[in-house]
Protein backbone atom coordinates (compact mmCIF):
# COMPACT_ATOMS: atom_id res chain seq x y z
CA UNK A 1 0.00 0.00 0.00
CA UNK A 2 1.41 3.37 -0.77
CA UNK A 3 1.80 6.35 1.07
CA UNK A 4 -1.15 8.12 -0.31
CA UNK A 5 -3.71 4.86 -0.35
CA UNK A 6 -2.37 4.76 3.45
CA UNK A 7 -3.50 8.33 4.15
CA UNK A 8 -6.89 8.08 3.07
CA UNK A 9 -7.69 4.44 4.70
CA UNK A 10 -6.34 5.59 8.31
CA UNK A 11 -9.12 7.90 8.67
CA UNK A 12 -11.60 5.02 7.65
CA UNK A 13 -9.81 2.65 10.25
CA UNK A 14 -10.24 5.01 12.94
CA UNK A 15 -13.99 6.00 11.98
CA UNK A 16 -14.98 2.08 12.32
CA UNK A 17 -13.09 1.19 15.21
CA UNK A 18 -14.74 4.76 17.25
CA UNK A 19 -17.65 3.66 16.03
CA UNK A 20 -17.59 0.09 17.02
CA UNK A 21 -16.83 1.42 20.43
CA UNK A 22 -19.74 3.61 20.23
CA UNK A 23 -22.22 1.08 19.83
CA UNK A 24 -20.30 -2.00 21.27
CA UNK A 25 -19.31 -2.78 24.65
CA UNK A 26 -21.47 -3.01 27.58
CA UNK A 27 -24.60 -1.57 29.79
CA UNK A 28 -25.63 -1.48 32.73
CA UNK A 29 -29.32 -2.34 34.28
CA UNK A 30 -30.35 -0.31 36.96
CA UNK A 31 -33.83 -0.95 38.41
CA UNK A 32 -36.12 1.96 39.85
CA UNK A 33 -38.02 0.42 42.91
CA UNK A 34 -37.02 -2.99 44.68
CA UNK A 35 -39.84 -4.12 46.47
CA UNK A 36 -39.08 -6.30 49.93
CA UNK A 37 -40.65 -9.43 48.33
CA UNK A 38 -43.16 -10.78 46.12
CA UNK A 39 -47.17 -11.34 46.46
CA UNK A 40 -48.01 -14.94 44.99
CA UNK A 41 -50.75 -14.03 41.91
CA UNK A 42 -50.60 -10.45 42.31
CA UNK A 43 -48.60 -8.57 38.88
CA UNK A 44 -45.46 -6.86 39.70
CA UNK A 45 -44.48 -3.64 37.70
CA UNK A 46 -40.68 -4.18 37.15
CA UNK A 47 -39.64 -0.22 35.74
CA UNK A 48 -35.62 -0.38 34.66
CA UNK A 49 -32.84 1.64 33.19
CA UNK A 50 -30.65 0.59 30.67
CA UNK A 51 -27.21 2.77 29.59
CA UNK A 52 -24.51 2.05 27.97
CA UNK A 53 -21.02 1.72 29.35
CA UNK A 54 -23.24 2.99 32.26
CA UNK A 55 -24.16 6.45 31.16
CA UNK A 56 -25.93 6.52 27.89
CA UNK A 57 -29.74 5.79 27.87
CA UNK A 58 -30.27 2.97 25.16
CA UNK A 59 -33.53 2.23 23.67
CA UNK A 60 -35.03 0.41 21.11
CA UNK A 61 -34.02 -3.37 23.18
CA UNK A 62 -35.87 -5.82 23.58
CA UNK A 63 -35.32 -6.89 27.28
CA UNK A 64 -36.72 -9.84 29.06
CA UNK A 65 -37.29 -10.89 32.88
CA UNK A 66 -36.69 -14.51 33.97
CA UNK A 67 -37.69 -15.73 37.41
CA UNK A 68 -37.01 -19.25 38.61
CA UNK A 69 -37.96 -21.34 42.16
CA UNK A 70 -34.99 -21.19 44.16
CA UNK A 71 -36.72 -25.14 44.79
CA UNK A 72 -36.53 -25.45 41.23
CA UNK A 73 -39.62 -26.46 39.19
CA UNK A 74 -40.98 -23.19 38.79
CA UNK A 75 -40.27 -20.53 36.50
CA UNK A 76 -41.50 -17.36 34.58
CA UNK A 77 -40.79 -14.74 31.23
CA UNK A 78 -41.98 -12.07 30.90
CA UNK A 79 -40.69 -9.08 27.61
CA UNK A 80 -40.26 -5.60 29.05
CA UNK A 81 -41.51 -2.95 26.95
CA UNK A 82 -40.03 0.42 26.51
CA UNK A 83 -40.98 2.94 29.33
CA UNK A 84 -41.97 6.76 29.26
CA UNK A 85 -38.46 8.18 29.72
CA UNK A 86 -35.36 7.46 27.03
CA UNK A 87 -33.60 4.30 28.07
CA UNK A 88 -36.60 3.32 30.48
CA UNK A 89 -38.22 -0.08 30.05
CA UNK A 90 -41.07 -1.52 32.11
CA UNK A 91 -42.38 -5.35 32.73
CA UNK A 92 -44.86 -7.65 34.92
CA UNK A 93 -43.90 -10.29 36.45
CA UNK A 94 -46.36 -12.72 38.35
CA UNK A 95 -45.01 -14.98 40.79
CA UNK A 96 -47.02 -18.26 41.08
CA UNK A 97 -45.85 -19.84 43.63
CA UNK A 98 -44.12 -18.56 47.35
CA UNK A 99 -40.73 -19.51 48.19
CA UNK A 100 -37.52 -17.59 47.10
CA UNK A 101 -37.14 -16.69 43.46
CA UNK A 102 -34.23 -15.59 41.65
CA UNK A 103 -35.00 -13.05 38.91
CA UNK A 104 -32.70 -12.02 36.06
CA UNK A 105 -32.72 -8.77 33.71
CA UNK A 106 -31.58 -9.44 30.35
CA UNK A 107 -30.73 -6.73 28.39
CA UNK A 108 -30.96 -7.72 25.07
CA UNK A 109 -27.50 -5.54 24.49
CA UNK A 110 -24.36 -8.11 25.15
CA UNK A 111 -24.40 -9.80 27.83
CA UNK A 112 -25.51 -7.00 30.22
CA UNK A 113 -27.63 -8.97 32.26
CA UNK A 114 -28.63 -7.95 36.40
CA UNK A 115 -29.07 -11.09 38.18
CA UNK A 116 -30.94 -9.95 41.27
CA UNK A 117 -30.28 -11.70 44.67
CA UNK A 118 -33.13 -14.59 45.50
CA UNK A 119 -36.40 -12.92 46.82
CA UNK A 120 -39.32 -14.12 48.67
CA UNK A 121 -42.81 -14.21 47.35
CA UNK A 122 -45.51 -14.79 49.52
CA UNK A 123 -49.00 -15.58 49.61
CA UNK A 124 -51.68 -12.72 49.50
CA UNK A 125 -52.52 -11.49 53.23
CA UNK A 126 -49.17 -12.57 54.16
CA UNK A 127 -47.28 -10.23 55.89
CA UNK A 128 -43.36 -9.06 54.00
CA UNK A 129 -40.95 -10.39 55.75
CA UNK A 130 -38.88 -8.43 57.93
CA UNK A 131 -35.65 -7.17 55.92
CA UNK A 132 -32.43 -5.70 57.91
CA UNK A 133 -30.94 -2.32 56.63
CA UNK A 134 -27.93 -4.14 56.09
CA UNK A 135 -29.71 -7.13 53.36
CA UNK A 136 -31.61 -4.49 51.96
CA UNK A 137 -28.18 -2.84 50.94
CA UNK A 138 -27.03 -6.00 49.62
CA UNK A 139 -29.95 -6.46 47.58
CA UNK A 140 -29.96 -2.83 46.10
CA UNK A 141 -26.40 -3.04 45.36
CA UNK A 142 -27.23 -5.89 42.79
CA UNK A 143 -30.59 -4.07 41.63
CA UNK A 144 -29.27 -0.41 41.44
CA UNK A 145 -25.98 -2.06 38.77
CA UNK A 146 -23.26 -1.08 41.00
CA UNK A 147 -21.85 -4.72 40.88
CA UNK A 148 -21.57 -3.88 37.33
CA UNK A 149 -18.48 -1.55 38.15
CA UNK A 150 -17.52 -2.55 41.78
CA UNK A 151 -16.25 -5.57 43.09
CA UNK A 152 -17.88 -6.89 46.48
CA UNK A 153 -16.94 -9.71 48.45
CA UNK A 154 -20.30 -9.86 49.64
CA UNK A 155 -21.97 -10.82 46.24
CA UNK A 156 -20.84 -13.77 44.07
CA UNK A 157 -21.03 -11.42 40.77
CA UNK A 158 -18.02 -10.17 38.41
CA UNK A 159 -18.36 -6.86 37.47
CA UNK A 160 -18.81 -5.94 33.30
CA UNK A 161 -16.72 -3.48 33.72
CA UNK A 162 -14.17 -2.89 36.89
CA UNK A 163 -13.93 0.97 36.31
CA UNK A 164 -14.56 1.57 40.38
CA UNK A 165 -13.08 0.73 43.24
CA UNK A 166 -13.23 -2.84 45.37
CA UNK A 167 -15.88 -1.77 48.38
CA UNK A 168 -15.00 -5.39 49.82
CA UNK A 169 -13.32 -3.71 52.67
CA UNK A 170 -13.92 0.08 51.99
CA UNK A 171 -15.33 2.47 55.10
CA UNK A 172 -16.18 5.87 54.09
CA UNK A 173 -17.62 8.54 56.49
CA UNK A 174 -21.74 8.10 56.39
CA UNK A 175 -22.50 11.51 55.58
CA UNK A 176 -19.89 11.82 52.99
CA UNK A 177 -21.09 9.12 51.28
CA UNK A 178 -24.86 9.43 51.71
CA UNK A 179 -24.58 12.93 50.18
CA UNK A 180 -22.56 11.62 47.02
CA UNK A 181 -24.75 8.51 46.05
CA UNK A 182 -27.12 11.17 46.02
CA UNK A 183 -25.17 13.55 43.49
CA UNK A 184 -22.05 11.84 42.17
CA UNK A 185 -20.91 15.19 40.53
CA UNK A 186 -19.52 16.27 43.87
CA UNK A 187 -16.60 14.30 43.15
CA UNK A 188 -14.81 14.55 39.80
CA UNK A 189 -13.86 10.89 37.92
CA UNK A 190 -11.00 9.49 39.34
CA UNK A 191 -10.50 6.44 37.36
CA UNK A 192 -10.10 6.73 33.74
CA UNK A 193 -12.14 9.26 33.23
CA UNK A 194 -15.35 7.22 34.29
CA UNK A 195 -17.83 8.58 36.40
CA UNK A 196 -21.04 7.59 38.07
CA UNK A 197 -24.19 8.13 36.60
CA UNK A 198 -26.95 10.00 39.02
CA UNK A 199 -29.33 6.74 39.60
CA UNK A 200 -31.87 8.99 41.88
CA UNK A 201 -31.76 7.12 44.35
CA UNK A 202 -34.56 7.38 47.61
CA UNK A 203 -33.53 8.44 50.76
CA UNK A 204 -34.19 5.08 52.40
CA UNK A 205 -32.14 3.15 49.56
CA UNK A 206 -29.21 5.31 50.02
CA UNK A 207 -29.38 4.64 53.63
CA UNK A 208 -29.48 1.09 53.11
CA UNK A 209 -26.47 1.36 50.59
CA UNK A 210 -24.89 3.43 53.44
CA UNK A 211 -24.99 0.52 55.64
CA UNK A 212 -23.88 -2.51 53.28
CA UNK A 213 -20.83 -0.83 51.72
CA UNK A 214 -20.02 0.33 55.43
CA UNK A 215 -20.51 -3.08 57.03
CA UNK A 216 -23.15 -1.30 59.65
CA UNK A 217 -19.79 0.57 60.73
CA UNK A 218 -19.11 4.43 60.54
CA UNK A 219 -15.42 5.32 59.34
CA UNK A 220 -13.52 8.50 58.15
CA UNK A 221 -10.81 7.31 55.82
CA UNK A 222 -11.99 7.62 52.30
Known amino acids: MNRRMLSLALPAVVAATAGAYAFGGWASITLDELPDAYTVGKPTEISFRIRQHGMTPLEGLTPTIDARSSAGGGSV ?3 ARAGKEKGQYVATLTIPRAG ?3 VDVKSGFGRSDVHLLPMAAVAAGTATPAIAEYDRGRRLFAAKGCVNCHVHSALEQVPLFETGPNLSDKRFDAAYLAMWLANPAIRPPTNNGQAMP ?4 SSREIASLVTFVNNGKV ?3 R
Not at 198 to 201: F, P
Request: aromatic residues 8%; negative net charge.
Open 77 to 79: QTV
Open 100 to 102: DWQ
Open 198 to 201: NLGL
Open 219 to 221: ATN
